[in-house]
């Protein structure tokens, strides 16, 4: 399958904050899926003003941002939700979303998170975001969702 990512940026003046949205519709096994995400950043997370970007791969249902940053003044909170997604092949209690830390799947936290499989949902919203790496939904044993059973 064509591997589908979509991109939103904003420049953000990190004593003020803000939050950055994207909402798109993209086919999934030949049907009308949905991903939206939204990052809040907090009034004083860090110090000057910085363009933040994040781009959402479709396929892995997984999460980038840039600039690599080590770490911010106050957590910034995600909230990305996939709709219509084929994640057919998987028991949601083994799923989890979770952050890539040097070859190591962490576990994410958040405030809420659910896997339908019936209904190819995977939410999460309020999930604390300390540094940018890559997040997105994996296996409990670490395997990432990826295409070939997961979300393509």
């Known amino acids: 399958s064509v591997e589908n990512t979509y991109t939103a940026s904003k420049s953000i003046d ?8 994207l909402s798109q519709v993209f086919k999934d096994d030949g049907k009308w899926a949905l991903v939206t995400a939204k990052l809040t950043i907090p009034k004083g997370a860090f110090s000057g003003t910085k363009s933040i970007s994040y781009t959402v791969n479709t396929e892995t249902a997984g999460i980038d941002f840039l600039p690599a940053t080590p770490s911010f003044n ?28 040097g070859g190591s ?23 604390q975001i300390s540094h940018f790496s890559r997040y997105g939904w994996s296996t409990i044993d670490g395997t990432p969702i990826v295409d070939g059973g997961g979300v393509n």
């Open 14 to 21: 990190g004593s003020k904050g803000g939050s950055i949205e």
């Open 74 to 101: 106050k957590n910034l909170s995600l909230d990305i939700t996939f709709t219509g997604v084929n994640i057919s092949g998987y028991k949601a209690s083994d799923l989890n979303f979770a952050s890539l830390e």
């Open 105 to 127: 799947i962490v576990p994410a936290k958040f405030t809420y998170a659910n896997a339908n499989i019936a209904q190819g949902l995977l939410v999460v919203i309020g999930a």
